[in-house]
C-alpha cells in the first residue's frame, strides 16, 4: 500500500473511531516519518495532532499519540510531561533509562538527539533542568537517573571489587554507593559484575534488590541493570513491572510505544517472568491488552 493510499486508510479509521484497526496499521506501516509529512500536506494537520483530535481521551489516544510522535519526540514529550507541574517519578524512570546514553557502533548517542530535541521544542537544556528538578529529591531513583545522563561510564577493571562494593552498599542501604555503582556502569562490562555479584552474594541482583529497594527505588534500579544488558531486558522487565503493579497501564504503554519496534520476540526475552500473553490478558483491560499485543506481535493477543 502507497503512502497516499495508507494515510487514507489511517484517517478513515480516526474519523470512525477504529481504534483496532488503527493500531493494525500503525503496527505495519513502515517510514512513519515520511508516512506522516504525507499525512500533514493532505489533511494539513499531523497524525500526532489528529489522534488527540479525532480518538477519545484515554488509553488508547496515547498509544497511538506516543507512536505517531515518532521515537524521539515521544520521549521529549514524556519528559517534560513528567517534570512540568508534579513530578511524575515512574514516567522519569521508564523514559530515561530506557534512552540509551552511550553512543553506537555508528557514533549515534541516542541521548544526545534527545536533548537537542528537547532543546528546540522547550527552549531549554535538558540536562541542567532535570539536574534543578531531581537534585533537590533525596531518592535513590532520582540519584540513578541523574547518574545515568552523565556521559561518562565507567569500564570495570575490577569486577569483583565492585561487585562487592556494591553488595555492601546494598547491605547498608548506602543509596550514594547504589546510584553511582549502577548509574556510571559501562554495559560492556556489567555482565562481569553480575556474575561477580552473583557468586558473593549466592542470589541475582535481581533479586536482591527486589528484597533491599522498595516502589520506584527497586524499578530504577532494576532496570537500569536490565537496561545495561539491552533494551530487550530492560523492555521486558518494565513490561513485567507494569504486570506485578496491579496493572499499571501507562507503564505498559510507555514500554511499548517506545519499543515495540525495536525489540524483537519480546515474549522470549520475558520468560524468565512468565508468559507474555497470559500475563497481558489477565492483568490488563482491553482494548489496551490486544493492542499492546498487536504492536509487540504476541500471537495469543493479536487479532
Known amino acids: 500500500m502507497d503512502h497516499i493510499s495508507l494515510c487514507t486508510e489511517l484517517h478513515r ?21 515520511d508516512l506522516s509529512a504525507t499525512y500533514l500536506s493532505i489533511h494539513n494537520r499531523s497524525l500526532a495532532d489528529s489522534i488527540v483530535f479525532y480518538l477519545p481521551r484515554g488509553h488508547i489516544q496515547l498509544l497511538m499519540t506516543l507512536v505517531w510522535s515518532m521515537n524521539t519526540a515521544a520521549r521529549v514529550r514524556t519528559i517534560h510531561a513528567g517534570i512540568v507541574d508534579n513530578i511524575n517519578p515512574p514516567s522519569l524512570i521508564d523514559t530515561i533509562i530506557l534512552s540509551p546514553t552511550v553512543s553506537d557502533s ?4 541516542e541521548w544526545h538527539t534527545i536533548c537537542k530535541e528537547y532543546s528546540t521544542t522547550y527552549k531549554t537544556q535538558l540536562p ?8 533537590k529529591l533525596p531518592s535513590l531513583w532520582a540519584k540513578l537517573c541523574l547518574l545515568w545522563i552523565e556521559s561518562q561510564k565507567l569500564r570495570s577493571t575490577d569486577p ?11 547491605r547498608t542501604k548506602d543509596i550514594d554507593a547504589i546510584a553511582f555503582i549502577i548509574g556510571t556502569a559501562d554495559p560492556s562490562t556489567w555482565q562481569f559484575t553480575l556474575n561477580a555479584f552473583e557468586r ?17 527505588d527497586l524499578v530504577a534500579c532494576q532496570l537500569a541493570s536490565q537496561a ?33 519496534d525495536r525489540v524483537k520476540d519480546i515474549g ?9 500473553g497470559s500475563d497481558i490478558r489477565r492483568v490488563f483491560r482491553e482494548p489496551v491488552a490486544r493492542a499492546c499485543a498487536t504492536l509487540w506481535g504476541i500471537p495469543s493477543l493479536c487479532p
Open 13 to 33: 479509521c480516526l474519523t470512525t473511531q477504529d481504534e483496532q484497526e488503527l493500531v493494525q496499521l500503525s503496527k505495519l506501516a513502515q517510514d512513519k516519518k
Open 106 to 109: 555508528a557514533g549515534n548517542n
Open 128 to 135: 541542567a533542568t532535570l539536574n534543578i528538578v531531581l537534585s
Open 160 to 170: 569483583e571489587a565492585d561487585a562487592n562494593k556494591l553488595l555492601v552498599a546494598l
Open 200 to 216: 558473593q552474594a549466592g542470589d541475582t541482583l535481581m533479586s536482591v534488590l527486589s528484597n533491599t529497594l522498595r516502589r520506584h
Open 228 to 260: 545495561l544488558l539491552g533494551q530487550a531486558e530492560a523492555a521486558a522487565l518494565l513490561i513485567y513491572r507494569a504486570v506485578a503493579d496491579y496493572g499499571d497501564h501507562d507503564r505498559l504503554i510507555r514500554v511499548t510505544a517506545f519499543c515495540y
Open 268 to 276: 522470549e526475552h520475558y520468560k524468565r517472568y512468565g508468559d507474555i
